[in-house]
Protein backbone atom coordinates (compact mmCIF):
# COMPACT_ATOMS: atom_id res chain seq x y z
CA UNK A 1 0.00 0.00 0.00
CA UNK A 2 1.43 3.47 -1.06
CA UNK A 3 -0.12 6.59 0.14
CA UNK A 4 0.63 9.97 -1.65
CA UNK A 5 0.85 13.55 -0.25
CA UNK A 6 1.89 17.03 -2.02
CA UNK A 7 2.84 19.35 0.29
CA UNK A 8 3.47 22.48 -1.40
CA UNK A 9 4.42 25.79 0.47
CA UNK A 10 4.81 29.25 -1.15
CA UNK A 11 7.14 30.68 1.08
CA UNK A 12 9.54 27.16 1.44
CA UNK A 13 12.91 27.46 -0.25
CA UNK A 14 13.79 25.53 -2.45
CA UNK A 15 17.45 24.59 -1.30
CA UNK A 16 16.07 23.93 2.34
CA UNK A 17 14.16 21.30 0.72
CA UNK A 18 16.39 19.07 -1.42
CA UNK A 19 18.80 19.31 1.63
CA UNK A 20 15.51 17.71 3.77
CA UNK A 21 15.24 15.62 0.87
CA UNK A 22 18.61 14.09 1.46
CA UNK A 23 18.63 14.13 4.80
CA UNK A 24 21.08 17.20 5.40
CA UNK A 25 18.82 18.72 7.90
CA UNK A 26 18.05 15.21 10.11
CA UNK A 27 19.39 13.08 12.67
CA UNK A 28 19.49 10.46 10.54
CA UNK A 29 20.60 10.81 6.89
CA UNK A 30 18.19 9.07 3.85
CA UNK A 31 18.59 5.57 3.02
CA UNK A 32 19.13 6.14 -0.74
CA UNK A 33 19.41 9.20 -3.03
CA UNK A 34 18.87 9.92 -6.69
CA UNK A 35 18.20 12.63 -9.01
CA UNK A 36 16.25 12.85 -11.97
CA UNK A 37 17.63 15.09 -14.84
CA UNK A 38 20.15 16.41 -11.83
CA UNK A 39 22.24 16.21 -9.65
CA UNK A 40 22.18 14.01 -6.47
CA UNK A 41 23.96 16.74 -4.23
CA UNK A 42 21.72 19.44 -3.32
CA UNK A 43 23.52 22.26 -3.93
CA UNK A 44 24.42 21.27 -7.24
CA UNK A 45 20.51 20.12 -8.04
CA UNK A 46 19.66 23.90 -6.44
CA UNK A 47 22.12 24.97 -9.54
CA UNK A 48 20.25 23.40 -11.92
CA UNK A 49 16.64 23.90 -11.12
CA UNK A 50 17.09 27.43 -11.18
CA UNK A 51 18.63 27.41 -14.70
CA UNK A 52 15.75 26.17 -15.71
CA UNK A 53 12.98 27.82 -13.62
CA UNK A 54 15.25 31.24 -14.05
CA UNK A 55 14.80 30.42 -17.92
CA UNK A 56 11.30 29.99 -18.17
CA UNK A 57 9.18 31.17 -14.97
CA UNK A 58 9.99 35.05 -15.69
CA UNK A 59 11.24 34.69 -11.54
CA UNK A 60 14.23 34.06 -9.71
CA UNK A 61 14.66 30.43 -8.10
CA UNK A 62 16.84 32.15 -5.46
CA UNK A 63 14.36 35.27 -4.95
CA UNK A 64 12.63 34.95 -1.64
CA UNK A 65 8.59 34.64 -1.75
CA UNK A 66 7.04 38.41 -0.76
CA UNK A 67 4.28 37.21 0.48
CA UNK A 68 2.01 39.16 -1.70
CA UNK A 69 0.32 36.30 -3.29
CA UNK A 70 2.21 37.34 -6.47
CA UNK A 71 5.15 34.56 -6.12
CA UNK A 72 5.39 31.65 -8.28
CA UNK A 73 5.70 28.10 -6.30
CA UNK A 74 9.16 26.96 -7.07
CA UNK A 75 9.04 23.41 -5.93
CA UNK A 76 6.65 20.48 -4.90
CA UNK A 77 7.29 18.39 -2.28
CA UNK A 78 5.19 14.81 -2.63
CA UNK A 79 5.63 12.16 0.11
CA UNK A 80 5.11 8.35 -0.79
CA UNK A 81 4.10 5.93 2.17
CA UNK A 82 4.52 2.30 2.19
CA UNK A 83 2.96 -0.19 4.42
CA UNK A 84 5.30 -1.40 7.44
CA UNK A 85 7.37 -4.12 5.95
CA UNK A 86 5.99 -4.17 2.89
CA UNK A 87 9.16 -2.81 0.94
CA UNK A 88 13.12 -2.97 1.35
CA UNK A 89 14.45 0.89 0.86
CA UNK A 90 15.70 -0.24 -2.75
CA UNK A 91 12.30 -1.29 -3.71
CA UNK A 92 10.55 1.88 -2.38
CA UNK A 93 13.10 3.87 -4.68
CA UNK A 94 12.69 1.83 -7.30
CA UNK A 95 8.72 2.37 -7.35
CA UNK A 96 8.76 5.87 -6.61
CA UNK A 97 11.09 6.37 -9.81
CA UNK A 98 9.13 4.55 -11.95
CA UNK A 99 6.00 6.69 -10.03
CA UNK A 100 8.05 9.88 -11.00
CA UNK A 101 8.23 8.92 -14.41
CA UNK A 102 4.74 8.22 -15.58
CA UNK A 103 3.55 10.71 -13.24
CA UNK A 104 5.56 13.73 -14.69
CA UNK A 105 7.35 12.18 -17.53
CA UNK A 106 11.42 12.31 -18.90
CA UNK A 107 11.98 15.57 -18.67
CA UNK A 108 11.13 17.11 -14.71
CA UNK A 109 14.17 17.70 -12.80
CA UNK A 110 13.42 15.86 -9.42
CA UNK A 111 15.53 14.76 -6.16
CA UNK A 112 14.16 12.16 -4.13
CA UNK A 113 15.29 9.94 -1.34
CA UNK A 114 14.17 7.32 0.62
CA UNK A 115 13.66 7.57 4.51
CA UNK A 116 14.05 5.21 7.88
CA UNK A 117 14.10 7.19 10.32
CA UNK A 118 10.61 6.11 10.89
CA UNK A 119 8.31 3.22 11.75
CA UNK A 120 7.46 2.65 8.02
CA UNK A 121 9.49 3.89 4.64
CA UNK A 122 8.57 6.72 2.75
CA UNK A 123 10.32 8.21 -0.44
CA UNK A 124 10.25 12.24 -0.72
CA UNK A 125 9.77 14.01 -4.00
CA UNK A 126 11.51 17.17 -4.69
CA UNK A 127 10.06 18.52 -8.18
CA UNK A 128 10.87 21.82 -10.22
CA UNK A 129 7.74 23.35 -10.89
CA UNK A 130 9.10 23.98 -14.38
CA UNK A 131 10.24 21.20 -16.49
CA UNK A 132 13.01 21.15 -19.21
CA UNK A 133 10.91 21.52 -22.13
CA UNK A 134 9.16 24.99 -20.06
CA UNK A 135 5.78 22.79 -19.40
CA UNK A 136 4.94 24.18 -15.44
CA UNK A 137 3.41 22.02 -12.91
CA UNK A 138 0.19 22.59 -11.04
CA UNK A 139 -0.73 20.43 -8.13
CA UNK A 140 -4.67 20.72 -8.07
CA UNK A 141 -7.05 18.22 -6.78
CA UNK A 142 -7.08 16.64 -10.84
CA UNK A 143 -3.42 16.51 -11.05
CA UNK A 144 -3.26 14.56 -7.38
CA UNK A 145 -6.09 11.91 -8.28
CA UNK A 146 -4.11 11.47 -11.38
CA UNK A 147 -0.96 10.98 -8.75
CA UNK A 148 -2.86 8.37 -6.50
CA UNK A 149 -4.37 6.17 -9.53
CA UNK A 150 -0.89 6.16 -10.82
CA UNK A 151 0.19 5.25 -7.90
CA UNK A 152 -2.38 2.21 -7.17
CA UNK A 153 -1.58 0.71 -11.05
CA UNK A 154 1.86 0.59 -9.46
CA UNK A 155 1.17 -1.19 -6.35
CA UNK A 156 -1.36 -3.68 -8.09
CA UNK A 157 2.25 -4.23 -10.91
CA UNK A 158 4.29 -5.59 -8.09
CA UNK A 159 1.98 -7.20 -5.92
CA UNK A 160 1.45 -4.42 -3.13
CA UNK A 161 -1.63 -3.47 -1.44
CA UNK A 162 -4.06 -0.85 -2.89
CA UNK A 163 -6.40 1.55 -0.58
CA UNK A 164 -9.74 0.53 -1.84
CA UNK A 165 -12.12 3.49 -1.56
CA UNK A 166 -14.89 4.85 -3.92
CA UNK A 167 -13.77 6.39 -7.29
CA UNK A 168 -14.40 9.89 -7.08
CA UNK A 169 -14.14 12.23 -10.27
CA UNK A 170 -15.90 14.93 -11.75
CA UNK A 171 -18.06 12.65 -13.45
CA UNK A 172 -18.46 9.98 -10.76
CA UNK A 173 -19.56 10.94 -7.30
CA UNK A 174 -19.63 9.30 -4.49
CA UNK A 175 -23.69 9.57 -4.29
CA UNK A 176 -23.44 8.36 -7.99
CA UNK A 177 -20.86 5.94 -7.15
CA UNK A 178 -23.18 4.56 -4.15
CA UNK A 179 -26.42 4.72 -6.44
CA UNK A 180 -24.79 2.37 -8.85
CA UNK A 181 -23.46 0.03 -6.20
CA UNK A 182 -26.84 -0.21 -5.18
CA UNK A 183 -28.60 -0.26 -8.75
CA UNK A 184 -30.50 2.31 -8.41
CA UNK A 185 -28.34 4.56 -11.01
CA UNK A 186 -30.04 6.48 -13.64
CA UNK A 187 -26.87 6.76 -15.02
CA UNK A 188 -25.67 3.39 -15.25
CA UNK A 189 -29.36 2.64 -17.12
CA UNK A 190 -28.74 5.27 -19.32
CA UNK A 191 -25.17 3.62 -20.65
CA UNK A 192 -27.04 0.25 -20.96
CA UNK A 193 -29.49 1.73 -23.39
CA UNK A 194 -27.02 3.26 -24.99
CA UNK A 195 -24.70 0.02 -25.69
CA UNK A 196 -27.86 -1.32 -26.62
CA UNK A 197 -29.17 1.10 -29.03
CA UNK A 198 -25.56 1.49 -30.34
CA UNK A 199 -25.66 -2.20 -31.73
CA UNK A 200 -29.09 -1.50 -33.80
CA UNK A 201 -28.63 -2.24 -37.47
CA UNK A 202 -30.54 1.25 -38.15
CA UNK A 203 -28.27 3.20 -36.32
CA UNK A 204 -25.97 4.56 -38.43
CA UNK A 205 -24.97 7.66 -37.04
CA UNK A 206 -25.59 9.66 -33.71
CA UNK A 207 -28.59 11.40 -34.63
CA UNK A 208 -29.95 7.73 -35.34
CA UNK A 209 -28.82 7.37 -31.47
CA UNK A 210 -30.55 10.39 -30.14
CA UNK A 211 -33.86 9.55 -31.79
CA UNK A 212 -33.75 6.42 -30.35
CA UNK A 213 -33.00 7.35 -26.90
CA UNK A 214 -35.76 9.67 -27.32
CA UNK A 215 -38.41 6.77 -27.79
CA UNK A 216 -37.04 4.98 -24.52
CA UNK A 217 -38.02 8.27 -22.93
CA UNK A 218 -34.97 10.58 -22.75
CA UNK A 219 -34.88 13.91 -23.39
CA UNK A 220 -31.77 14.56 -25.33
CA UNK A 221 -30.16 17.65 -26.64
CA UNK A 222 -27.38 17.54 -29.32
CA UNK A 223 -25.36 20.29 -30.36
CA UNK A 224 -21.70 20.34 -29.69
CA UNK A 225 -22.39 17.82 -26.60
CA UNK A 226 -24.71 15.09 -26.53
CA UNK A 227 -26.83 15.79 -23.23
CA UNK A 228 -29.27 13.33 -21.91
CA UNK A 229 -31.74 12.54 -18.89
CA UNK A 230 -35.05 10.47 -18.54
CA UNK A 231 -38.20 12.57 -19.37
CA UNK A 232 -39.43 11.44 -15.90
CA UNK A 233 -36.70 13.58 -13.63
CA UNK A 234 -38.20 16.76 -13.59
CA UNK A 235 -35.49 18.71 -11.23
CA UNK A 236 -32.66 16.09 -12.78
CA UNK A 237 -30.05 17.87 -14.64
CA UNK A 238 -29.02 16.89 -18.36
CA UNK A 239 -25.84 14.42 -18.09
CA UNK A 240 -22.95 14.80 -21.04
CA UNK A 241 -22.19 11.78 -22.63
CA UNK A 242 -18.25 11.78 -21.97
CA UNK A 243 -19.55 12.36 -18.22
CA UNK A 244 -20.58 8.50 -18.33
CA UNK A 245 -16.85 7.32 -19.22
CA UNK A 246 -14.70 5.77 -21.45
CA UNK A 247 -16.41 5.21 -24.81
CA UNK A 248 -19.70 7.86 -24.77
CA UNK A 249 -18.36 10.75 -25.95
CA UNK A 250 -19.45 11.78 -29.27
CA UNK A 251 -16.62 10.80 -31.42
CA UNK A 252 -16.01 7.42 -29.23
CA UNK A 253 -19.95 6.75 -30.04
CA UNK A 254 -20.09 7.14 -33.70
CA UNK A 255 -16.55 5.02 -33.70
CA UNK A 256 -18.66 2.21 -31.91
CA UNK A 257 -21.13 2.61 -34.52
CA UNK A 258 -19.18 2.92 -37.17
CA UNK A 259 -17.06 0.13 -36.50
CA UNK A 260 -19.99 -2.45 -34.63
CA UNK A 261 -19.78 -5.25 -37.56
CA UNK A 262 -15.90 -4.64 -38.69
CA UNK A 263 -14.43 -6.67 -36.33
CA UNK A 264 -10.82 -7.80 -37.83
CA UNK A 265 -10.87 -10.65 -40.19
CA UNK A 266 -9.71 -14.18 -39.74
CA UNK A 267 -7.63 -13.99 -43.20
CA UNK A 268 -6.17 -11.00 -42.12
CA UNK A 269 -5.14 -12.54 -38.65
CA UNK A 270 -3.31 -15.49 -40.52
CA UNK A 271 -0.72 -12.58 -42.10
CA UNK A 272 0.97 -12.52 -38.09
CA UNK A 273 2.83 -14.97 -36.65
CA UNK A 274 4.51 -15.25 -33.03
CA UNK A 275 3.19 -12.83 -30.25
CA UNK A 276 1.60 -10.71 -33.53
CA UNK A 277 -0.88 -13.49 -34.31
CA UNK A 278 -1.61 -13.65 -30.76
CA UNK A 279 -2.51 -10.39 -30.17
CA UNK A 280 -4.63 -9.99 -33.43
CA UNK A 281 -6.20 -13.15 -31.75
CA UNK A 282 -6.68 -11.11 -28.68
CA UNK A 283 -7.60 -7.48 -30.62
CA UNK A 284 -10.66 -9.90 -32.68
CA UNK A 285 -12.39 -11.03 -29.61
CA UNK A 286 -11.92 -7.58 -27.72
CA UNK A 287 -13.99 -6.11 -30.89
CA UNK A 288 -16.81 -9.21 -30.79
CA UNK A 289 -16.99 -8.29 -26.61
CA UNK A 290 -16.97 -4.61 -27.56
CA UNK A 291 -19.04 -4.23 -30.47
CA UNK A 292 -21.56 -7.07 -30.81
CA UNK A 293 -22.13 -8.54 -27.27
CA UNK A 294 -24.12 -5.92 -25.23
CA UNK A 295 -23.84 -8.34 -22.05
CA UNK A 296 -19.77 -7.98 -22.43
CA UNK A 297 -19.59 -4.09 -22.64
CA UNK A 298 -18.57 -3.29 -19.58
CA UNK A 299 -15.68 -6.06 -19.59
CA UNK A 300 -14.10 -3.87 -22.39
CA UNK A 301 -13.59 -0.36 -22.67
CA UNK A 302 -13.13 1.86 -25.37
CA UNK A 303 -9.42 3.23 -24.58
CA UNK A 304 -8.46 -0.47 -23.95
CA UNK A 305 -9.37 -1.56 -27.14
CA UNK A 306 -7.60 1.22 -28.77
CA UNK A 307 -3.92 0.49 -26.97
CA UNK A 308 -4.56 -3.06 -27.79
CA UNK A 309 -4.78 -1.78 -31.55
CA UNK A 310 -1.89 0.23 -31.24
CA UNK A 311 -0.04 -2.25 -29.66
CA UNK A 312 -0.47 -4.71 -32.34
CA UNK A 313 0.81 -1.93 -35.07
CA UNK A 314 4.00 -1.45 -32.79
CA UNK A 315 4.90 -4.90 -32.55
CA UNK A 316 4.41 -5.52 -36.14
CA UNK A 317 6.01 -2.27 -37.39
CA UNK A 318 9.36 -3.65 -34.96
CA UNK A 319 9.25 -7.09 -36.46
CA UNK A 320 8.47 -8.50 -33.07
CA UNK A 321 7.31 -12.00 -32.92
CA UNK A 322 7.76 -12.95 -29.55
CA UNK A 323 8.06 -12.20 -26.00
CA UNK A 324 11.70 -12.33 -25.43
CA UNK A 325 12.06 -10.12 -28.53
CA UNK A 326 9.79 -7.63 -26.84
CA UNK A 327 11.33 -7.52 -23.65
CA UNK A 328 15.17 -6.97 -25.42
CA UNK A 329 13.51 -4.17 -27.28
CA UNK A 330 12.14 -2.77 -24.59
CA UNK A 331 15.65 -2.69 -22.51
CA UNK A 332 17.23 -1.51 -25.82
CA UNK A 333 15.20 1.66 -26.22
CA UNK A 334 15.79 2.22 -22.49
CA UNK A 335 19.46 1.78 -22.52
CA UNK A 336 19.35 3.98 -25.50
CA UNK A 337 17.25 6.83 -23.32
CA UNK A 338 19.74 6.13 -19.90
CA UNK A 339 22.76 6.86 -22.42
CA UNK A 340 21.28 9.77 -23.67
CA UNK A 341 20.04 11.12 -20.47
CA UNK A 342 23.65 10.88 -19.35
CA UNK A 343 24.77 12.31 -21.93
CA UNK A 344 22.71 15.30 -21.77
CA UNK A 345 23.18 15.39 -18.24
CA UNK A 346 27.03 15.25 -18.07
CA UNK A 347 26.49 18.38 -20.54
CA UNK A 348 24.64 20.49 -18.03
CA UNK A 349 26.88 19.67 -15.36
CA UNK A 350 29.84 20.74 -17.17
CA UNK A 351 27.82 24.26 -18.25
CA UNK A 352 26.66 24.88 -14.37
CA UNK A 353 30.41 24.53 -13.20
CA UNK A 354 31.38 26.72 -16.24
CA UNK A 355 28.78 29.48 -15.05
CA UNK A 356 30.07 29.50 -11.52
CA UNK A 357 33.81 29.81 -12.69
CA UNK A 358 32.92 32.78 -14.69
CA UNK A 359 30.19 34.09 -12.57
CA UNK A 360 33.27 34.18 -9.34
CA UNK A 361 36.35 33.89 -11.19
CA UNK A 362 36.83 37.93 -11.30
CA UNK A 363 36.68 37.75 -6.84
CA UNK A 364 39.06 34.49 -6.98
CA UNK A 365 41.74 36.13 -9.16
CA UNK A 366 41.32 39.01 -6.78
CA UNK A 367 41.51 36.46 -3.37
CA UNK A 368 44.02 34.66 -4.07
CA UNK A 369 46.29 37.58 -5.82
CA UNK A 370 45.93 39.22 -2.36
CA UNK A 371 48.82 40.54 -0.93
CA UNK A 372 49.68 39.68 2.80
CA UNK A 373 47.44 37.55 4.78
CA UNK A 374 43.72 37.00 4.20
CA UNK A 375 41.27 37.71 6.77
CA UNK A 376 38.99 34.81 8.18
CA UNK A 377 35.51 35.40 6.56
CA UNK A 378 38.04 35.90 3.32
CA UNK A 379 39.61 32.09 3.75
CA UNK A 380 35.88 31.07 4.17
CA UNK A 381 35.01 32.23 0.86
CA UNK A 382 38.50 31.11 -0.73
CA UNK A 383 37.03 27.34 0.51
CA UNK A 384 33.89 27.61 -1.01
CA UNK A 385 35.45 28.37 -4.74
CA UNK A 386 37.40 25.36 -4.40
CA UNK A 387 36.06 24.16 -7.90
CA UNK A 388 37.96 27.33 -9.79
CA UNK A 389 41.31 26.05 -7.93
CA UNK A 390 40.68 22.49 -9.14
CA UNK A 391 40.14 23.67 -13.02
CA UNK A 392 43.28 25.33 -12.32
CA UNK A 393 42.37 28.89 -12.47
CA UNK A 394 45.25 31.42 -12.28
CA UNK A 395 44.58 34.27 -14.44
CA UNK A 396 42.60 36.36 -16.90
CA UNK A 397 43.70 33.92 -19.97
CA UNK A 398 42.07 31.22 -17.90
CA UNK A 399 38.83 32.48 -17.64
CA UNK A 400 38.73 33.33 -21.13
CA UNK A 401 39.53 29.74 -21.98
CA UNK A 402 36.27 29.16 -19.58
CA UNK A 403 33.80 31.09 -21.53
CA UNK A 404 35.20 29.98 -24.84
CA UNK A 405 34.84 26.19 -23.84
CA UNK A 406 31.27 27.45 -22.36
CA UNK A 407 29.84 28.52 -25.36
CA UNK A 408 30.91 25.42 -26.87
CA UNK A 409 29.10 23.87 -24.63
CA UNK A 410 26.07 25.40 -24.66
CA UNK A 411 25.95 24.89 -28.66
CA UNK A 412 26.32 21.36 -27.60
CA UNK A 413 23.83 21.39 -25.22
CA UNK A 414 20.45 22.04 -27.73
CA UNK A 415 22.03 18.87 -30.14
CA UNK A 416 21.76 16.64 -26.65
CA UNK A 417 18.74 18.09 -25.77
CA UNK A 418 16.92 16.92 -28.97
CA UNK A 419 18.21 13.49 -28.78
CA UNK A 420 17.45 13.04 -24.75
CA UNK A 421 13.97 14.37 -25.57
CA UNK A 422 13.66 12.17 -28.32
CA UNK A 423 15.43 9.24 -26.47
CA UNK A 424 12.91 9.92 -23.76
CA UNK A 425 9.57 9.93 -25.84
CA UNK A 426 10.53 6.51 -27.53
CA UNK A 427 10.73 4.86 -24.01
CA UNK A 428 7.94 6.39 -23.09
CA UNK A 429 6.20 4.68 -25.62
CA UNK A 430 7.40 1.40 -25.82
CA UNK A 431 7.18 1.33 -21.81
CA UNK A 432 3.60 1.63 -22.51
CA UNK A 433 3.00 -0.91 -25.21
CA UNK A 434 5.22 -3.18 -22.56
CA UNK A 435 2.95 -2.15 -19.98
CA UNK A 436 -0.83 -2.83 -21.50
CA UNK A 437 1.63 -6.23 -22.82
CA UNK A 438 1.81 -7.19 -19.63
CA UNK A 439 -1.23 -6.18 -17.85
CA UNK A 440 -2.75 -8.38 -20.08
CA UNK A 441 -1.01 -10.88 -20.08
CA UNK A 442 -1.82 -11.23 -16.07
CA UNK A 443 -5.78 -10.42 -16.88
CA UNK A 444 -7.90 -11.53 -19.94
CA UNK A 445 -5.18 -12.36 -22.65
CA UNK A 446 -5.50 -15.93 -22.17
CA UNK A 447 -9.17 -16.17 -22.18
CA UNK A 448 -9.23 -14.07 -25.49
CA UNK A 449 -6.38 -16.28 -27.22
CA UNK A 450 -8.21 -19.78 -26.21
CA UNK A 451 -11.33 -18.31 -27.42
CA UNK A 452 -9.85 -17.09 -30.39
CA UNK A 453 -7.19 -19.90 -30.70
CA UNK A 454 -10.15 -22.06 -30.99
CA UNK A 455 -12.12 -20.43 -33.74
CA UNK A 456 -8.97 -19.68 -36.50
CA UNK A 457 -7.86 -23.61 -36.00
CA UNK A 458 -11.46 -24.57 -37.05
CA UNK A 459 -11.03 -21.63 -40.03
CA UNK A 460 -8.11 -22.71 -40.93
CA UNK A 461 -9.40 -26.44 -41.14
CA UNK A 462 -12.02 -25.61 -43.37
CA UNK A 463 -9.20 -23.56 -45.70
CA UNK A 464 -7.04 -27.05 -45.92
CA UNK A 465 -10.21 -29.35 -46.46
CA UNK A 466 -9.43 -30.75 -50.11
CA UNK A 467 -12.22 -29.99 -53.41
CA UNK A 468 -13.99 -32.23 -54.18
CA UNK A 469 -13.27 -34.33 -57.32
CA UNK A 470 -15.55 -34.40 -59.90
CA UNK A 471 -16.09 -37.11 -62.68
CA UNK A 472 -14.08 -36.10 -65.34
CA UNK A 473 -16.64 -36.77 -68.36
CA UNK A 474 -18.95 -34.26 -66.48
CA UNK A 475 -16.20 -31.54 -66.24
CA UNK A 476 -16.12 -32.06 -69.97
CA UNK A 477 -19.71 -32.05 -70.95
CA UNK A 478 -19.85 -29.11 -68.36
CA UNK A 479 -16.67 -27.06 -70.14
CA UNK A 480 -18.80 -28.30 -73.86
CA UNK A 481 -22.27 -26.28 -72.33
CA UNK A 482 -21.35 -23.28 -73.92
CA UNK A 483 -20.57 -24.78 -77.30
CA UNK A 484 -23.34 -27.07 -77.20
CA UNK A 485 -25.61 -24.04 -76.69
CA UNK A 486 -23.97 -21.85 -79.38
CA UNK A 487 -24.93 -24.57 -81.77
CA UNK A 488 -28.11 -24.95 -80.81
CA UNK A 489 -28.89 -21.20 -81.05
CA UNK A 490 -27.84 -21.30 -84.70
CA UNK A 491 -30.20 -24.28 -85.79
CA UNK A 492 -33.07 -22.48 -84.52
CA UNK A 493 -32.11 -19.08 -85.98
CA UNK A 494 -31.51 -21.01 -89.52
CA UNK A 495 -35.29 -22.80 -88.78
CA UNK A 496 -36.52 -19.37 -87.98
CA UNK A 497 -35.51 -18.05 -90.73
CA UNK A 498 -36.60 -20.96 -93.49
CA UNK A 499 -40.11 -20.89 -91.83
CA UNK A 500 -40.29 -17.03 -92.79
CA UNK A 501 -39.11 -17.39 -96.58
CA UNK A 502 -41.91 -20.69 -96.34
CA UNK A 503 -44.61 -18.14 -95.35
CA UNK A 504 -43.53 -15.31 -97.88
CA UNK A 505 -43.63 -17.79 -100.64
CA UNK A 506 -47.11 -18.72 -99.59
CA UNK A 507 -48.07 -15.46 -99.16
CA UNK A 508 -47.38 -14.78 -103.19
CA UNK A 509 -48.72 -17.52 -104.46
CA UNK A 510 -51.95 -16.46 -102.40
CA UNK A 511 -52.20 -13.37 -103.87
CA UNK A 512 -51.57 -14.42 -107.29
CA UNK A 513 -54.35 -17.04 -107.59
CA UNK A 514 -56.69 -14.44 -106.50
CA UNK A 515 -55.74 -12.01 -109.54
Not at 235 to 255: H, M, N, P, T
Not at 379 to 403: F, G, H, M, P, T
Not at 442 to 465: M, N, Q, R
Request: net charge positive.
Amino acid sequence: MAVIKHISSIMASPLALLKYVVGETKEKKAELVKGLNCSEDPYFAYLEMALCYDSYSGQKFSQRAAGSGKQKIKMHHYVMSFRKGEVTPEEALYVGEEWARNVFGYSMQILMGTHTDTDYIHVHFAVNAYDMKGRHWIDNQKTLKECRDISDKLMRKYGLHVIKEPKRSGSITYTEWLARKNNTSWKQKLCDDIDRIVLMENVKNIADLAGQLISCGYEVRQGKYLSVKPAELKRSRAVRSFRLGDGYGLEELQYRIDNKNQEMSLDKILTYSGVQREYAICLRQMQISFYRCPEFCHSVTYSELRRTAELLCYVHENKIHTKQAFEDHVNRIAEKADAAAERYNEIVKRIKEKEFILEHGERYLELIHTQGGLMPKNISELASLRLLKDNNICSQEDLYKVSHDFELLRSELSQRQSEYEQAAANKKIVTAHYTTFIRQLETDYAHYCKTGKKELEEYEASLSKPEPVLDKKFVEACENIPKWAEKVNAKATEIKRIREEQEKTARRNRDSYSR
